[in-house]
């Protein structure tokens, strides 16, 4: 029984922790995973349009090189300065 109890009692701290490292960056990023995630998926489907079909990295790559492209391509509309997208 007291092996078990020490190991739990490790697993609290251990989970404690990663708690509190998730909270810091949850701060930084000014959202919380869980219960802002159908909030954040809703607000990318509104902006990238379907994301379903982002299964891999590669896929995901692709559509922040083709959104960075639009962006230089609005850029060069705009007449902003070359620096300001590199």
Do not use: G, S
């Not at 009692?9 to 404690?16: H, R, S, Y």
């Not at 509190?20 to 998926?41: G, P, S």
């Not at 590669?58 to 230089?72: F, G, K, S, Y």
Request: avoid cysteine.
């Amino acid at each position: 029984f007291e092996k078990q109890v020490d190991k739990f009692e490790d697993l609290k701290q251990k989970f404690m922790w990663k708690a509190l490292k998730t909270a810091m960056v949850e701060k930084e990023q000014h959202w919380r995973f869980i219960e802002d995630a159908d909030y954040f998926k809703d607000r990318l489907r509104q902006k990238y349009n379907d994301l379903d079909f982002v299964t891999d990295l590669d896929d995901l790559r692709a559509l922040l090189e083709v959104t960075r492209l639009e962006n230089i391509q609005q850029f060069i509309k705009d007449n902003v300065a070359i620096e300001q997208f590199i």
